[in-house]
């Protein structure tokens, strides 16, 4: 079956705009996640999403970025006045559900260039 | 806090060698560990998990880690190293069953490997 997709591949934006990353994740994946990985860093875990439950968004480094997952499938994050240093890879996973050894499938990521 | 150690973020082998990669861990409670890898361009894809049913896990591609309990470790090795074998490691730990939280992730280790 299709893996983990995101769109759009690459993103060029200038300082100051919004940006919307999209990620489809595995169907019937109950589990959404969404990390950032900047250059020379290890992942960085943003937020995920789990059923219906509220999302866990401890790992949003500000109030610019926010997520959705509508329906229960699809998810964007949202980036309002990039700065230069969201500049990163932003990576999506999914899982079956969210917990013990469960694995997360990865999508190829979104590299986002803040110029 | 759970946390996760990876020593060395760059290991260079010469094809046929022996591959170790490090990771170290720390938990309050039996972990679950995983280990994925990243090719250039790509997301990041599950190598081998453990769940405690045995303490030696083999994953894919001839790569296999033994969990430590007593070392806080699990190390990533491969009898023989690849050309197709460069790329970067991550190790990951998430907390045990009554935690569905998040993974945490190391900040990788890059696999060079030379002819």
């Known amino acids: 079956g299709a893996g983990v997709s995101q769109s759009p591949s690459n993103k060029v934006t200038e300082k100051g705009k919004d940006v919307e990353l999209r990620c489809d994740p595995i169907?019937?994946?109950?589990?959404l996640y969404w990390y950032r990985q900047s250059l020379g860093q290890g992942l960085e875990f943003l937020i995920y999403?789990?059923?219906?439950?509220?999302?866990?968004k401890s790992g949003l480094p500000s109030d610019r970025f926010s997520a959705e997952r509508t329906g229960g499938s699809v998810s964007t994050l949202t980036i309002q006045r990039t700065q230069q240093e969201d500049s990163a890879v932003y990576l999506c996973?999914?899982?079956?559900?969210?917990?013990?050894?469960?694995?997360?499938?990865f999508g190829p990521g979104t590299r986002l260039t803040v110029l | 806090a759970q946390s996760v150690t990876q020593l060395g973020s760059h290991v260079s082998v010469s094809e046929g060698a022996l591959v170790l990669l490090r990771c170290n861990y720390s938990?309050?409670?039996?972990?679950?560990l995983f280990w994925y890898v990243q090719y250039p361009n790509q997301g990041l894809q599950l190598l081998l998990k453990?769940?405690?049913?045995?303490?030696l896990v083999k994953g894919i591609n001839g790569f296999e880690a033994e969990f430590k309990k007593s070392e806080t470790s699990f190390h990533l090795t491969k009898p023989s190293a690849h050309m197709s074998d460069a790329a970067e490691y991550f190790c990951?730990?998430?907390?045990?069953?009554?935690?569905?939280?998040?993974?945490?992730f190391g900040t990788g280790t890059r696999l060079q490997v030379f002819p």
């Open positions: 999403f789990q059923g219906n439950s509220a999302p866990d």
């Open positions: 453990y769940t405690s049913a045995a303490t």
């Open positions: 938990s309050s409670v039996p972990p679950y």
């Open positions: 169907s019937g994946h109950t589990a």
């Open positions: 990951a730990v998430r907390p045990g069953p009554k935690n569905t939280d998040k993974l945490i």
């Open positions: 996973a999914s899982s079956l559900i969210n917990g013990g050894a469960d694995t997360q499938y």
